[in-house]
């Protein structure tokens, strides 16, 4: 699965947090453990300590701080347990896996022999050079717009998709511009950009709206990334925004940064 590797080192990660943090709380729990025991409406609690009665020592209300320090001993010694049990086995996992394994076994065959296989799934190479073939009908552009052409010679609607068109061609991201898209309950519409990202082996959408400070330019943009929402089209998951406004222009320093994060 694509991008398991990198999700697992996440959570690796956070478990050794949380297991640092329980232990050092720990370090301050009082001995002993929590004992409750209700009677009629009320509960009574009791702290329990090795080698004593089995029942333990009451605790009286006065004793409300030790009573929740206990709790809280009792609950992190269970996450803290948890957390190591779950931390052993990712770290295992993430030792002996890579995203790209099983297209690993036919690259790393003889090139005469790959010419005799038949992969299980096509390889990252196959699916792009397939999915960048696929032919689509762009929007048409009125008569009396100007005309804007990009580094390869590609017609585009502002100078701005320009800028960013520019970019993805000199860093060999290979994109559709304005492929269509049928979005559930608000109809056809096209995205600026559509990448077949590296990272996620998913389809990804990039909207650049260039006149936010324009109150109906806004709104229809606001409704069109709504629509993308309902139907499981995520900013920061399958769709990257970039914006301007007359006094705040396209920053291509953040669109790098948005490129190596989702595409690359």
Not at 91 to 118: A, G, P
Not at 135 to 153: A, C, M
Not at 232 to 238: R, V
Request: hydrophobic share 35%.
């Amino acid at each position: 699965m694509a991008g398991l590797r990198e999700m697992l080192l996440k959570e690796q990660s956070r478990l050794e947090e949380i297991l640092k943090k329980t232990e050092e709380r720990m370090k301050d729990a009082p001995e002993g453990s929590l004992r409750l025991s209700r009677s009629g409406k009320s509960v009574q609690y009791y702290r329990c300590m090795p080698g004593k009665q089995k029942n333990g020592e009451y605790l009286p209300k006065a004793e409300g701080q030790l009573v929740r320090r206990l709790a809280q001993k009792s609950y992190d010694q269970k996450v803290a347990k948890l957390a190591g049990r779950r931390l052993a086995q990712i770290k295992r996992m993430v030792k002996d896996y890579e995203d790209d394994e099983i297209e690993s076994l036919f690259l790393n065959e003889h090139m005469e022999r790959q010419k005799l296989i038949r992969p299980v799934e096509p390889t990252w190479e196959q699916r792009l050079e397939a999915w960048i073939n696929e032919e689509y009908l762009q929007k048409e552009f009125r008569e009396d717009v100007p005309v804007i052409l990009t580094e390869r010679g590609e017609r585009v609607r502002s100078k701005s998709e320009k800028l960013l068109a520019d970019y993805f061609w000199r860093s060999g991201i290979l994109y559709k511009y304005e492929r269509p898209l049928h979005l559930k309950g608000f109809g056809i519409v096209h995205p600026d950009f559509t990448f077949l990202s590296r990272k996620t082996r998913q389809e990804v959408y990039w909207e650049h709206d260039g006149r936010m400070d324009d109150p109906v330019y806004a709104q229809r943009a606001i409704r069109k990334i709504q629509a993308y929402e309902q139907n499981g089209i995520y900013p920061g998951e399958k769709l990257i925004l970039t914006f301007e406004t007359e006094k705040s222009v396209l920053d291509l320093r953040m669109v790098k940064r948005l490129a190596e994060k989702y595409l690359i």
